[in-house]
């Protein structure tokens, strides 16, 4: 019997996983981050001590927040964890476990679970666009990750969109993101209700009367409950959404979407479906894409991560 361990190591926690050669899960727990270099990685080899002496273990997975390097060994740089720079992961891991040690950015391990394990299966060009406080992305073109030349291929929510559009945290104006997200959804509904109360009181109800408390699932119990503001805002996130995947598909002309993280909802889904074809190009003569909800929710990088680590040990 194989096992490997699998790690998501996020900016707050680490979330550590046993899994069997059947990427069962064997065992699960959770350990804080650490600020420094030394508590970080003081944390990831003692997780993975305990791993190697509760179960035995062939390889390590790990998904990491950050732009890794093509050979999936050393972090070029995190915006999650700064002081990761440069710096061997995988290598450090190695030299104290014994074992082979992978490492893959968490939104391209999350992506490479659903092609191989979940909504993604069967799929030959797939992408995986994660809605959570901003957009994130993961490509598999031709069965097989794509991570484009410098390690930044994927980048979907940075799409420009609207020229001279909302600001974004990459610095660029504009950006899909902004119009397509957890937090464009709350952004919306937050202006809405400020602007008309009448038309808001369903959302001003189930935020106790206070805008700012509005969340991206409270716009989706409004919606459900049929509340015509909060199904308008869907509309309008939505046709953004479907917009952004049509000028993915113009580039990349995938055969499946798989739509994750904690935005991606029925509805968010339906109105994408519905939007994709009036912006996709030659609508009426080609295939078009499947858009799918995600399998796997927050243990994707970790499945992910286990995945890829169990693959190199059959290589
Ligand atoms: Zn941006």
Known sequence: ??????LDIGGTKIACGIYDENLDLVREWKVPTGKSLSDIEGAVLKACRRAREEAGIAAIG??????????RRTIAFSTNIPCWIEYPLADIIEAECKVPVIVENDANAAGWAEFAHGSGQGSSNMVMVTLGTGMGGALVLNKELYRGSFGMAGEVGHLPMVSSGLPCGCGLFGCAEKYASGTALETLAKQAVRRDPEAGSKLLELCEGDPEKITGSLVFAAAEAGDELSLSIFRETGSWLGKTLAAISAVLDPDTYVLGGSAATPLLLAEARSAYPKFLQASSFRPHAEIRLAKFSGDAGMIGAADLALRKVRE
């Not at 790990?62 to 050979?71: E, F, Q, R, V, Y």
């Open 62 to 71: 790990i998904s990491a927040a950050g732009n890794i390097k093509p050979d």
């Open 1 to 6: 019997m194989v096992n490997i361990f699998a």
